[in-house]
């Protein structure tokens, strides 16, 4: 365990504590087991670690980080780990990349009914499954769900100003003034091509000269390993997949012909639409149905588009005006708010609001006659009526 130690305390000399995402709210000690979910990139670790720096920042033993992908678990059981820390007086267990770690579910679900005073944190690949066949999770572990970074968080990290959290109501009644307060403070077209570009993973504060190979790198491990690891997806389609990933990128919002986009890949239908919903679940598109359909595994997606703008960036050297607008909007409410696809507009949000989106000259023609209906504009930096700037979006986490 002392090499656990070690590992622990390397990582917490090496965190920093100047920028701390809400989600680490997510981490509530008054709950025994707790999972974080997301893919690879959006700063799970750096919570985890966070967290433990802000509670326990002179390695009192009662607090111990874990990654599960560390050679002591080549000869040494996670739950060994759990019985053998509690008795030393150890209270939290943070355990990293779970997913790494055969059986994980069976040993933590073991852990939770053994341990009692024992609190446990997991992270995990968005491809988790908590609900299966040999351990049934769900009904111990809360679990959350994390994505990169809003454009609110990469202003706030930017400019080194505090800015606050929008509900979509807010949004929606009070858009102008809300803008006008926030341009009196910033200007965020000084920064909105740049997180459009550059600014959705935390690592860009690694290194921006790398940054989009570091997402490159994401896909490639996402489709050649954690895929056929969790999904027992075939490797020999990666280089496929990652091919329909440049169609999204440099295509229009794309509703596509799976008939022909099976051929093109060389997959059958049914095979490909089951792939289309792992990229989903790995966070790396997103998937529209039309509002009266119910969403089923093998059910034709109305709409495709990349999870988040990022993407093609770092895939294609043409990416689509319009796709990168939608794939901003749909990111950013597609957190907290259920979106579909209606037969007019562009997108319903929770059943309620239609949007229609587009640069500064679209007119009102596709929402003319609809009710609750909002034009969003893009290079506009405050809107009227019911115009409303792009940008704003981006505050509501």
Known sequence: MQALFNQY????????????????????ESERLIGIKGTRGVGKTTILLQYLKKNDPTISGEYLYASLDHVWFLENSLYDLASDFQKQGGKFLALDEVHRYPNWSQ????????FNDLKVVFTGSSLLQILNARADLSRRVLVFHMQGLSFREFLTIESKQQFDVLSLTDIVTHHAKIASDILNRIKPFAYFNEYLTSGYYPFYLQSKKYY????????????EIELPMLRKTDISY??????????LSESVPFVPNFTKLAE?????????LLYIDYLEEAQLIRILN?????????????????????????LSKTVDKGTLRETFFVNQLAYQHEISYPEKGDYK??????????GKNKNQSQIAELNNAYLV????EIGYANKIPLWLFGFLY
């Open 9 to 28: 305390s390397l990582k917490l000399s090496g965190i920093g504590l100047e920028y701390i995402r809400p989600m680490i709210s997510f981490i509530d």
């Open 107 to 114: 040993e933590l679900k073991n852990i939770y009914d053994d």
């Open 212 to 223: 989009h190979d570091k997402i490159n790198e994401v896909v490639n491990l996402i489709l």
């Open 238 to 247: 990666a280089r496929k997949l990652k091919q329909l990933l440049l169609v």
């Open 264 to 272: 093109r890949i060389g997959l059958n239908r049914k095979t490909l």
């Open 290 to 314: 039309k509002e009266a359909k119910g969403i089923t595994r093998f059910q034709k997606p109305d709409k495709l588009l990349p999870d988040n703008t990022n993407i093609p960036y770092a």
């Open 349 to 358: 949000v929770d059943k309620e609001y239609i949007f229609e989106i587009g």
């Open 377 to 380: 504009l893009d290079d506009i």
